[in-house]
């Protein structure tokens, strides 16, 4: 097990702070913005037409798998790393992770190694957890991101009294965004043990990204590109509904590839970045990187990302912000980087109780710690599904389902207010529950709710 101690790195602290100083307002000029040059995003169809080399194995002997592990379950009310909440069949995410590379590894005879970039928030727990995986076939390295200070909103200077993480001092410090992951891989040493046991490309994902497993062929095209120049950065992106519209795009800027926030639009131009018809795809933060681009970039002190500034309250009424960096970002700083739009089965994150439903549901089905959608699904989309605020924590939703319903023919579904399901429920077509304040309702083992709104009040009492 490789680990590196989380520690303040002043050198980076003070660079972040001096970068927000300098960018005031919108960091992106909006008539510089342009459509990327068609060949720039390539349609997944185009790299899989390629096919396969017999080489596969030596192929994916360069391959090391990087999972961004720095976030709690505090938004889904648990405690401790997200990636140890139970997603499927009692698995975690990070059961899943392993599970999909171990079959990787025995499948194709590779040692294909993960990676997990924790925090200081993350790290003690997920340290624990991992002796558990000893025994499979999967080589698991961790490294920490860095530790910065939150920095008071209104005299611009640190919360922290010192560079302690104890006591008061606990809330004074944040992990810096997943842009820090280039010079934390950097600065642990990892980087340079994985380029010389011959490994090439890391692929890097937001560890509650179900969909995010690792492409052969896209891989392959990143090994074998078909003009012979090296692609040093790829970003997935995946094509924008209406629940994306915020989510970052790529643009063409200055002659580069670039990534826009909405962060970091004028105002007057958030309604067009959000157009879906204008920018049609969006960053899934499925990334494959150059592990000596990384390196040679790093060297150079030449990785360009925009400071994110996240405004946030402690717990004490502080008004504090952090400084924080996108991984993504840092595309226009590689050479020849290239946009691949991907299925969008490609991007199944979990951030929600409703997303949790969906994964634990019949729509999708399991394998070697892989979800597929389910082939008996007559539609290739997925349901919209929005659950009340009573679902919010994994404990309470747990608690309102005695099983999880069949959904393979749902379309759209809101519950809201005091609702609990009884076993063998089917959800049909567009169900609409709602529960009025003081109302209780309970839909009965084996209903079938097809194209239904059920309001008002419905007891099932024991007798």
């Known amino acids: 097990m490789y680990k590196i101690l989380a520690k303040p790195c002043l050198k980076m602290v003070l660079l972040s702070f001096k970068k927000f100083l300098q960018e005031k307002g919108p960091s992106v000029d909006w008539g510089k913005i342009q459509r990327p040059p068609e060949d720039s995003i390539q349609p997944y169809e185009k790299i899989k037409a390629r096919g396969l080399p017999d080489n596969i194995s030596s192929v994916l002997n360069k391959l090391v798998v990087v999972k961004l592990n720095g976030g709690l379950g505090t938004s889904m009310g648990c405690k401790g790393p997200k990636s140890l909440i139970g997603v499927r069949n009692e698995n975690t995410f990070l059961d899943l992770t392993v599970q999909q590379i171990e079959h990787l590894n025995k499948t194709y005879n590779t040692d294909v190694p993960l990676v997990l970039m924790n925090s200081f928030n993350t790290d003690e727990d997920t340290k624990k957890i991992l002796q558990k995986y000893n025994h499979c076939r999967v080589k698991i390295y961790t490294f920490n991101q860095s530790r910065y200070p939150r920095i008071n909103k209104e005299s611009l200077l640190p919360v922290a009294k010192d560079v302690s993480y104890s006591g008061e001092n606990t809330e004074a410090w944040y992990p810096p965004g997943h842009g820090d992951i280039y010079a934390s891989f950097y600065n642990s040493g990892l980087l340079d043990t994985l380029i010389g046991e011959g490994k090439e490309y890391i692929f890097v994902s937001n560890i509650d990204n179900l969909g995010a497993t ?229 839909i009965p083992p084996g209903a079938v709710l097809e194209n239904k709104i059920v309001s008002g009040n419905l007891r099932i009492l024991d007798h």
Not at 283 to 292: D, E, K, M, Q, V
Not at 303 to 327: F, H, R, S
Not at 341 to 356: A, C, G, H, I, Q
Not at 381 to 410: A, C, H, N, W
């Open 214 to 442: 690792v492409d052969l062929y896209i891989l392959n095209h990143l090994m074998n590109p078909p003009n012979g120049k090296p692609c040093e950065f790829v970003m997935e992106v995946t094509n924008k509904t209406r629940a994306d519209v915020k989510g970052g795009t790529l643009t063409q800027y200055e002659g580069k590839l670039r990534l826009v926030e909405i962060a970091q639009v004028p105002k007057a131009h958030v309604d067009e970045f959000k157009s879906v018809s204008k920018f049609k795809i969006f960053n899934t933060n499925n990334l494959w990187i150059s592990l000596a681009a990384v390196k040679r970039l790093q060297e150079q002190n030449a990785i360009d990302m925009e400071i994110i500034v996240n405004p946030k309250t402690l717990d004490g009424g502080l008004n504090v912000i952090q400084l924080e960096t996108a991984v993504g970002a840092a595309i226009k700083s590689f050479e020849n980087s290239l946009g691949i739009n991907v299925p969008r089965s490609r991007f199944l994150p979990v951030k929600t109780t409703s997303d949790l439903l969906l994964v634990m549901s019949n729509l999708y089905s399991l394998n070697a710690g892989s979800l597929t959608m389910s082939e008996k699904r007559e539609f290739p989309t997925v349901p919209l599904v929005k659950l009340g605020s009573s679902f919010t924590k994994v404990q309470d939703y747990l608690r309102r389902f005695e099983s999880i319903p069949d959904m393979l023919e749902l379309d759209h579904l809101t519950v809201s207010g005091d609702v609990t399901f009884g076993k063998n429920v089917s959800l049909k077509g567009t169900v609409i529950i709602i529960a009025n304040h003081g109302d209780r309702i309970d």
